[in-house]
């Protein structure tokens, strides 16, 4: 069965500075995976998604992630944190018939 | 134009209650979902309907019982509310091929 880890459930940075969120994965089959977020009180967005082919994926609002098959990890960065990436981040898999979503990391910025 | 929309938005209710939430898609998706976000921001899924047909069904009270009239609507009723299911409700679709859209929420209070 599919399952996802996302290490560390807060993480603060100060803005300007370097973001990386953690997640690694367990899939029996190659993976289809993703990173949404949620912004207070509102839904969840992709931000990107891995499917097949070029291993490091870029995303909306400057993010991306690097696909790493044998350390089955699928971490999130950005070069330069901003106020307004404050938000909560999942990470997802897909076992082609759900998504299922690791237990998030609320991301903090500060001044 | 919203591409998946949820109804109501909010709602408050008391125990033993009986509560729908409506949800429709204009994506021309095949697929649609229930998720359930906890107040710990987990997010699982509860259901799944393929053109109308029940495709997942994970382990969920029978008080929550989905219906799916035709393929761009999937309704959750929920009888005899209990505390318990306090939580935000997200429905989803996809069409073949990964990545979900999601509706931005119901937050429902059982009182």
């Known amino acids: 069965a599919q399952s996802v880890t996302q290490l560390g459930s807060h993480v603060s940075v100060s803005e300007g500075a370097l973001v990386l969120l953690r997640c690694n994965y367990s899939?029996?089959?190659?993976?289809?995976l993703f990173w949404y977020v949620q912004y207070p009180n509102q839904g969840l967005q992709l931000l990107l998604k891995?499917?097949?082919?070029?291993?490091l994926v870029k995303g909306i609002n400057g993010f991306e992630a690097e696909f790493k098959k044998s350390e089955t990890s699928f971490h999130l960065t950005k070069p330069s944190a901003h106020m307004s990436d404050a938000a909560e981040y999942f990470c997802a898999v897909s076992d082609r018939d759900k998504i299922i979503f690791g237990k998030g990391t609320r991301l903090h910025i500060l001044p | 134009d919203t591409a998946v929309s949820q109804t109501p938005k909010y709602l408050v209710t008391q125990m033993g209650n009986d509560k729908s939430i409506k949800c429709e898609q204009n994506l021309g998706h095949d697929t649609m979902y229930w998720y359930k976000q906890d107040s710990k921001k987990f997010l699982k899924i509860m259901f799944s309907y393929n053109n109308k047909e029940l495709i997942i069904n994970e382990t969920v009270p029978n008080r929550f019982s989905p219906k799916s009239p035709d393929k761009a609507h999937l309704n959750l009723h929920i009888n005899s509310l209990e505390l318990g299911d306090s939580a935000v409700y997200f429905c989803?679709?996809?069409?073949?091929?990964?990545?979900?859209?999601f509706g931005s929420g119901t937050r429902l209070t059982v009182v």
């Open positions: 989803a679709s996809s069409q073949s091929g990964p990545g979900y859209t």
């Open positions: 891995y499917t097949t082919g070029a291993t």
């Open positions: 899939s029996s089959v190659p993976p289809y």
